[in-house]
């Protein structure tokens, strides 16, 4: 069974970086692509970034391209998210999916199991 807890969210600066984490208390976590997910107040929640099950494809949405990055420890059942330079527009729950399909749409329906997001706030 899948467990997903994040962490690592805050209060933030413009421009600086944060590594969000998710753990998966289960034993299956190799088995799921691994995706990030967030939700700003009063806005639709969006995909972020994912990353296949040994890793070697991801994906990224433009609004973090270039500036992010997933990754994922299978040893460790945890999935990481490095955003660099971050913007106020960043602010956003941020909540860590994981699914058995090779990937994920915009809207999450792919998403088997979810963690409960971690808050990430971006001050200018």
């Avoid at 994040?6 to 799921?32: H, I, K, N, P």
Wanted: hydrophobic share 30%; net charge neutral.
């Amino acid at each position: 069974q899948v467990r997903l807890v994040e962490s690592g969210g805050g209060l933030v600066q413009a421009g600086d970086s944060l590594r969000l984490s998710c753990v998966d208390g289960g034993r299956t976590f190799s088995y799921y692509t691994m995706g990030w997910f967030r939700q700003a107040p009063g806005k639709e929640r969006e995909l972020v970034a994912y990353i296949s099950w040994l890793g070697g494809s991801t994906y990224y949405d433009d609004s973090v391209k270039g500036r992010s990055t997933i990754s994922r420890d299978n040893a460790k059942n945890t999935l990481y998210l490095q955003i660099m330079r971050l913007k106020p527009e960043d602010t956003a729950v941020y909540y860590c999916a994981a699914t058995l399909k090779t990937g994920f749409q915009s809207s999450g329906t792919e998403a088997d199991h979810w963690g409960q997001g971690t808050h990430v706030t971006v001050s200018s």
